[in-house]
């Protein structure tokens, strides 16, 4: 089992910038990849950004320079740096974690093991 919590989420506005940690605990040696996702209301959970323990990230073509990820030097916890943010950044942001090894499908939601609870982020106009 790994629990992960996310921190720092709020209300900013357009043009702001926003650091996201997602800290994991429990059985982290297991951990393959971690990745981010969002949910806007009314809206499919959507894959971010994804990175590898071994090395390597992946992102989605909204987040490509804008976002970026990054780890601490134990694994144990990614940081998700946003910039310029827009009003259609508004969502729950999501990290997760698998064991599955490859990182092609890294996108793809239903491969991940561990969820966390969540952070809004609201980006106002």
């Known amino acids: 089992q790994v629990q992960l919590v996310e921190s720092g989420g709020g209300l900013v506005e357009v043009g702001d910038s926003l650091r996201l940690s997602c800290a994991a605990s429990?059985?982290?040696?297991?951990?393959?990849?971690m990745g981010w996702f969002r949910q806007a209301p009314g809206k499919e959970r959507e894959f971010v950004v994804a990175?590898?323990?071994?090395?390597?990230?992946y992102y989605a073509d909204s987040a490509k320079g804008r976002f970026t990820i990054s780890s601490d030097k134990p694994k144990t916890a990614t940081y998700l740096t946003m910039n310029s943010l827009k009003p259609e950044d508004t969502a729950v942001y999501y990290c997760?974690?698998?064991?599955?090894?490859?990182?092609?499908?890294?996108?793809?939601?239903?491969?991940?093991?561990?969820w966390g609870q969540g952070t809004q982020v609201t980006v106002s106009s």
């Open positions: 429990g059985h982290t040696s297991s951990i393959y990849n």
């Open positions: 997760a974690t698998r064991t599955r090894l490859g990182f092609s499908d890294a996108n793809m939601a239903e491969t991940y093991d561990f």
């Open positions: 990175i590898r323990w071994s090395g390597g990230t």
